[in-house]
């Protein structure tokens, strides 16, 4: 269902993000203290940081456990952050209950297999432009920017310029 035009996002008021391939580019360094560092674009976190400060909510959805990514994420002041998740539908709809979050006002950006089943809740399926085809061929919003590379900022400044809060 891959779109070029950019879809509806006025109703928009979460964005539910993956961290490999999408705040970052996917590329992981293997260190000799057995750290895994990744490598994350200034511009997607300026944005996220905003959308906070104007009253969005930002959640994180990661199947790896790093903590430098937390300590990444804290310091641009997200706070709902889900690593090493293995389920990420089991922990999106726990938070949508808890929250009381109509699937309707989400927007979910994922590259990957593991995204696809609750990217499909959502009302925007977001990707990177280098995300894997299923994942392009399911999203209703692909972004021109790459997973790492400003594909978030892309996303979140659509949003919040449709909304007229940017």
């Known amino acids: 269902m891959q779109t070029t035009t950019t879809p509806d996002l006025t109703a928009i008021r979460m964005f539910v993000l993956d961290v490999d391939g ?33 009253g969005y909510r930002v959640v994180i959805i990661s199947g790896r456990e790093e903590e430098g990514v937390r300590r990444r994420l804290e310091s641009l002041d997200v706070y709902d952050i889900y690593l090493g998740v293995e389920d990420k539908m089991k922990i999106f709809n726990t938070y949508i209950n808890v929250h009381r979050i109509d699937p ?59 909304q007229g809060t940017w």
């Open 104 to 162: 309707a006002h989400i927007a979910y950006m994922g590259d990957d297999v593991p995204d696809i089943e609750t990217m499909r809740r959502c009302a925007i399926a977001a990707c990177p432009a280098d995300a894997t085809p299923d994942v392009l061929a399911m999203s209703n919003y692909v972004a021109q920017r790459a997973g790492g590379r400003g594909a978030v900022r892309e996303l979140l400044e659509a949003t919040l310029k449709s």
């Open 22 to 54: 999408v705040l970052t580019d996917g590329t992981m360094l293997a260190l000799n203290s057995g750290e895994q560092a990744r490598a994350f674009h200034i511009h997607d976190g300026y944005a996220i940081r905003h959308a906070l400060r104007k």
